[in-house]
């Protein structure tokens, strides 16, 4: 059995726990780069066969193809699949997504934003091989890199369309590497643009304050770090957003809002939140809890677990991507520690194992990607929807909107008020309508669809073009 020995390191001195080594060699400066180019394809061969499968959805891609088209044409970041004239700014404070313009001004897709959110996280292995390098060894590091970049945080990421915080995935990474070697000002400056990403991100940027005060020496520049996230934080939930929200509101207030009861019950349980604990640390067999990196940990976990919404604690979805550079990275520090104040060579020889079993558990865990095009059905559905001209104000589905958002005025149906009719505020106006025949339930109950697809008809629209499960209706008082 290969095993992946750590390499000679001085021991740690509390200022700056990684001694700067001589600038790289070449071969040393391109093996991140070689271990980032596969964990890519992967997250690109999961991401973009999603959209050609149809699998994608408008909650949440199609929202952001919304938004990030808006900065692209110069307009306001206005998702219609939210409601009329719904400012993204106004749901989650995440103005960094402007960045991503540009390259979509050039390839205006909802593919750009997969393959981005692809090279996103790939850039992410750079900074945790690289610290992995210096400190493990060859081997060591492409197996660290690989099984970050495998892990089932960053997958599950790309498995549920796309989302803003691929954006902070590569700015952790980079900061919590730069807390590793002692660069406390590096850390921060890549921690601030957390801000920018989403509101919860100030979490983390507090807790690599935190660090930055607590084993640096500059406690000053730690402690103003911790004072821009609390306030930035508290600016954008109670000032920022509700000036942006179409009621005045933070709409997730309700997630920290006292109710009263034990603090510690409502944070501790119940038991699904250690249950996501145990497979946070489980990638990294527990050694992340061996470095003080872990401590950035903290804060956002106890932000999701102090939320009433379950959906928050569980091992799903996008919301454990942006922990996992910071518990691979702590792998790579916890590793080091136990090398030099380990007990003997019996430690050290454990923990040289760690890589590789690291590599294994993430290659176990980590899905097959499903290659394969379009089925018959979903190429029906693409030729029923061409009879949707571009620039059409349509509601869809929840499914079918990522098919028409880089063309159309998209809203959700069946939240649609219907022509020369007086409905609900924030609802749009459509003349076009597709739906499924038989709706999947999300994110409307199957019945209230249903009974929206039987008023159309008396509404005034007609069936225009069906194919594959799904029917296109117009409404007849446009011709």
Request: net charge positive; hydrophobic share 50%; charged share 15%.
């Amino acid at each position: 059995m290969t095993t992946f020995q750590l390499t000679p390191h001085p021991a740690p001195i509390r200022s700056a726990p990684f001694v700067h080594r001589p600038r790289p060699l070449r071969g040393e400066r391109l093996l991140p780069w070689l271990v980032a180019l596969p964990v890519t394809l992967f997250q690109l061969a999961l991401a973009v066969p999603r959209q050609w499968r149809m699998e994608t959805s408008g909650f949440d891609l199609g929202i952001f193809e919304q938004v990030v088209r808006a900065y692209a044409g110069l307009h306001a970041p206005v998702a219609t699949l939210k409601g009329t004239g719904y400012s993204q700014l106004g749901d989650h404070f995440s103005p960094l997504l402007a960045v991503l313009a540009p390259i979509y001004r050039v390839f205006p897709t909802p593919v750009t934003l997969l393959v981005v959110q692809a090279l996103l996280l790939g850039c992410s292995v750079l900074p945790v091989t690289a610290l992995a390098q210096s400190v493990l060894g060859r081997r060591a590091a492409v197996a660290v890199g690989l099984a970050y970049g495998l892990s089932w945080g960053l997958w599950q990421l790309d498995e549920f369309d796309f989302h803003e915080v691929a954006l902070a995935v590569p700015l952790i990474a980079w900061s919590v590497a730069a807390l590793a070697r002692g660069r406390w000002r590096a850390a921060v400056c890549w921690g601030l643009p957390l801000m920018l990403v989403k509101e919860d991100q100030g979490l983390v940027l507090a807790g690599i304050g935190v660090l930055v005060f607590l084993l640096g020496r500059r406690r000053l520049l730690g402690a103003a770090t911790v004072a821009v996230a609390a306030l930035g934080t508290a600016l954008i939930v109670l000032v920022l957003i509700p000036a942006a929200n179409v009621h005045g509101v933070y709409d997730y207030a309700a997630n920290g809002r006292w109710d009263g009861g034990d603090p510690l019950t409502r944070l501790l349980l119940p038991m699904d939140k250690w249950h996501t604990v145990g497979l946070l640390l489980l990638p990294t067999l527990f050694v992340a809890l061996r470095s003080p990196l872990a401590l950035v940990l903290v804060l956002p976990l106890a932000g999701r677990f102090w939320s009433p919404a379950p959906v928050y604690w569980h091992a799903t979805d996008q919301y454990n991507a942006v922990l996992m550079p910071i518990l691979f990275l702590a792998m790579v520090d916890g590793l080091r520690r136990i090398r030099a104040r380990g007990p003997g060579r019996l430690v050290a020889g454990l923990a040289g194992l760690v890589p590789g079993a690291a590599l294994a558990l993430a290659l176990l865990a980590a899905p097959i990607p499903d290659l394969s095009g379009p089925s018959p059905t979903v190429v029906a559905v693409r030729e029923t929807l061409a009879v949707i001209p571009d620039g059409a104000s349509v509601a869809v589905s929840n499914q079918l909107a990522p098919q028409l958002t880089g063309r159309c005025e998209v809203s959700l149906f069946p939240y649609l008020t219907y022509p020369g009719q007086q409905g609900p505020a924030g609802r749009p106006v459509a003349a076009w309508v597709a739906a499924f025949d038989r709706p999947n339930g999300f994110p409307t109950p199957v019945a209230q669809e249903l009974d929206a697809i039987a008023q159309l008809t008396r509404a005034g629209y007609r069936s225009v073009a069906r194919g594959g499960g799904v029917t296109v209706y117009h409404w007849a008082g446009t011709e």
